[in-house]
């Protein structure tokens, strides 16, 4: 089945990255784009960007530009979001996504916890 | 900026019929179709509506979307209280170039 599996939960401090992955299974990677949406705790979602598995292209929202940089190896079929320069406000919920449609996320990993702490 | 408006909250009795408004702001997004999430505590959200009316496979058609100009509804019939949960709306915005969220509507089935 179409699954997206996420890495575990984060701890960083202020100031530093972190980089999610987000391996995807049980359809052709290069197909769809993957999205990375993030949900800070008791909070609504929050796009941050895309990125085009096939090309490797991407754009981001504007709020995470350059600070935020999606990847892709298309070798083991998975997807990176890194977000550097970390603070407090960064602590959330990560999830990245597959797309139906252009807008619509259908399937969604089950989310990493990233957690910025001094 | 682009915004989608949800009212906060809603709620409803097991067996009625409840629908949660989705407005937006402008041009750039209201002439796109609308998506409906459903995110049931400490899980990741679950496309239940997408392309204003369209139904993935596995949603119940208890649950129903629409849309007229640059308001969208989901309505849910036959409340559930399994249904109680946080539901969004999102559409592409051609400004942002990306997926604009709803603020989000926590569903009470009383």
């Known amino acids: 089945q179409v699954q997206l599996v996420q890495s575990g939960a984060e701890v960083k401090k202020p100031g530093a990255s972190v980089k999610v992955s987000c391996k995807a299974s049980?359809?052709?990677?290069?197909?769809?784009?993957i999205h990375w949406v993030r949900q800070a705790p008791g909070q609504g979602l929050e796009w941050m960007g895309r990125i085009n598995p096939n090309s490797g292209g991407s754009n981001y929202a504007q709020t995470f530009q350059g600070r935020v940089t999606m990847t892709r190896d298309t070798s083991i079929d998975t997807a990176y979001m890194e977000l550097s320069r970390l603070t407090s406000d960064d602590t959330a919920m990560y999830y990245c996504a597959r797309p139906y449609t252009t807008s619509s996320l259908h399937v969604w990993g089950q989310g990493t916890t990233v957690t910025v702490s001094s | 900026q682009s915004v989608l408006t949800q009212p906060p909250s809603a709620s409803g009795t097991p067996g009625q019929r409840v629908t949660i408004s989705c407005s937006a702001s402008s041009s750039n997004i209201g002439s796109n179709t609308i998506n409906w999430y459903q995110q049931l505590p400490g899980t990741a959200p679950k496309l239940l509506i997408y392309s204003n009316t369209q139904r993935p496979s596995g949603v119940p058609d208890r649950f129903s979307g629409s849309k007229s100009g640059t308001s969208a509804s989901l309505a849910i019939s036959g409340l559930q209280s399994e249904d109680e949960a946080d539901y969004y709306c999102g559409t592409w915005d051609n400004s942002l170039n990306g997926v604009l969220f709803g603020g989000g509507t926590r569903l009470t089935v009383l």
């Open positions: 049980g359809y052709t990677f290069t197909s769809y784009y």
